[in-house]
């Protein structure tokens, strides 16, 4: 409500006093809107919910779709329509038959971008393509708080896709760069949706095996060059990388893949799928362009990884603002904004205080979860493996004596309520036509089988104890079970 509805609502009242708090209400509200929109980052102390949803209605009147005297429901749609409102008459008007889409969607229903560009303003929607552009800028905002220097992060946006499709836009716009390249090495992490982002988008993956290093799995770098070196720099899309990932894996050593790539002159993608909220990561990420030293091109990292919203968006973004422009002008049509408005409002929500303290609070319960697992090892035959450069995923080996029956624990957890974790044993299994040995493991031949946890950001410390606690559980259940099964066998 604007100062002059005010002033005439003080009229009715007759005392000006009884409206004091609404209009200190209202300056908050203004101050706040205000500052977002100069400072175009996230907040330093999240907003409540009823300051998000004010600037979300006010966003909302801005669109053609609101402009009209009708509203949602009962079969009458929206998108205009009445005495003194909007009339549209085109194939796309922002109509929403039922009121509980629309309000689900907070009665945004243009979606964001136009046909040549996925950041273009749209002409019948600028209450949505605020919300997109302030987006992309918390979204950098976010990066930086998390540890990114301004150098590895120059520009981002946030394309409605999830890690693997919108890294398969990556490779495709670097194709109008490179039309010549028809390789991308890839150093091996046993995830689907890498690979098959590198052959859906028409490349051919040369994979380079990892190195065993202790217990850690490992970049091998000399390998990554002998790959360039026998294709040709020119015939390289790029070097696509990993950063977070299961244990007892690595994430890849991004400083020396990043001096390799400017040295030969090939790009170089970073799946930094959810390497945001480790500060290992980001650090490593930075000391790779520091000063020039070496080549990264493009990160890409999950929103439900890093930002606790639901699954569906990704944040692009890079050194040079030119190629994630480029990926933008890449994505063809129109797109669902959902997810962008999923990060707008937990942005705001959340505000950059909370998010450090979030970031601290998961490098803690990281350490605690180490601890605790490794008491546990420590008294079951098991062992916690050393893999100190993976500061987010950890792995137990489990005993020789369960190795044949041991993905049956990953089931057992599963079902007694615990999500995430896995067991892994690796085997020989085929992903988009290429043969790998040790499937799951990330190299050839591990030597033990091992049980995954994770410590990602969200983690409560008591979801630790409880995990522990089942865990321990469903580890003497499975122990039974394999002794019956084995007496079982024995009296055949």
């Known amino acids: ?11 009715i009242l007759q005392n000006g006093s009884y409206i004091a708090l609404a ?44 402009h009209g005297s009708t509203r949602p429901g009962s079969g009458s749609g929206s998108g205009g329509g009445g005495s003194g409102g909007g009339v549209g008459v085109g194939e796309r008007e922002g109509r929403v038959w039922s009121a509980m889409v629309a309000e689900r969607h907070s009665f945004l229903a243009h979606g964001v971008g136009r046909s040549g560009d996925i950041v273009a303003v749209q002409p019948k929607a600028p209450g949505s393509s605020l919300i997109q552009r302030l987006t992309h800028f918390m ?37 109008t760069m490179r039309p010549a390249a028809r390789f991308i090495v890839w150093p091996r992490i046993d995830q689907k949706s890498c690979l098959k982002s590198i052959c859906t988008a028409g490349f051919t993956p040369i994979v380079v095996e990892q190195c065993l290093r202790g217990d850690e799995i490992v970049t091998d770098l000399e390998a990554v060059e002998a790959a360039i070196g026998a294709h040709g720099a020119d015939a390289i899309l790029c070097v696509f990388s990993t950063t977070s990932c299961f244990a007892p894996r690595t994430p890849d050593d991004v400083v020396g893949l990043a001096a390799l790539c400017k040295r030969t002159g090939v790009p170089h993608v ?48 890079g ?34 205080d909370t998010f450090r303290q979030l970031l601290a609070e998961r490098k803690a319960n990281y350490e605690y979860l180490r601890q605790r697992l490794a008491a546990w090892a420590e008294t079951r035959g098991a062992r916690l ?34 999500s995430g974790a896995r067991v892994v044993k690796g085997e020989n299994k085929e992903v988009c036509g290429i043969r790998f040995d040790g499937y799951g493991s990330h190299v050839s031949k591990y030597p033990c089988c091992y049980l995954n946890a994770a410590a990602a950001i969200g983690m409560r410390r008591a979801e630790v104890d409880v995990f522990i606690d089942r865990l321990d ?11 019956k099964r084995e007496r079982g066998a024995a009296a055949e």
């Open 1 to 11: 409500m604007d100062s002059k509805s005010l002033d005439l609502c003080a009229g």
């Open 385 to 418: 493996l050393e893999t100190p450069a993976n500061d987010i995923s950890l792995a137990v080996a489990l005993p020789d004596g369960v190795a044949a029956h041991a993905t049956q624990l990953g089931s057992m957890l599963f079902h007694r309520f615990v």
């Open 23 to 66: 209009r200190q209400n209202q300056a908050q509200k203004t101050a706040l809107l205000v500052r977002l929109l100069s400072e175009r980052r996230m907040p330093q102390q999240g907003w409540t919910d009823e300051q998000v949803r004010s600037v979300l209605a006010m966003f909302a009147s801005m669109d053609s779709n609101n």
């Open 270 to 317: 970073v799946n930094n799928a959810y390497g945001v909220q480790s500060e290992r990561i980001m650090s490593s990420l930075n000391a790779a362009v520091e000063g020039g030293r070496g080549r990264i091109d493009a990160l890409v990292q999950s929103t439900d990884k890093n930002f606790m919203v639901p699954v569906g968006g990704c944040v692009v973004a």
């Open 139 to 175: 979204a950098a905002d976010a990066l930086r708080v998390a540890g990114a220097s301004k150098t590895l992060v120059a520009s981002a946006i946030v394309l409605p896709m999830a890690t693997g499709m919108s890294a398969l836009l990556v490779f495709l716009t670097l194709r």
């Open 473 to 483: 559980r469903t580890w003497t259940e499975f122990n039974a079970v394999i002794a």
């Open 319 to 352: 050194p040079d603002k030119a190629l994630v422009a480029a990926v933008s002008k890449l994505y063809p049509g129109r797109a669902s904004m959902s997810p962008i408005l999923d990060l707008f409002i937990t942005l705001l929500s959340m505000g950059a």
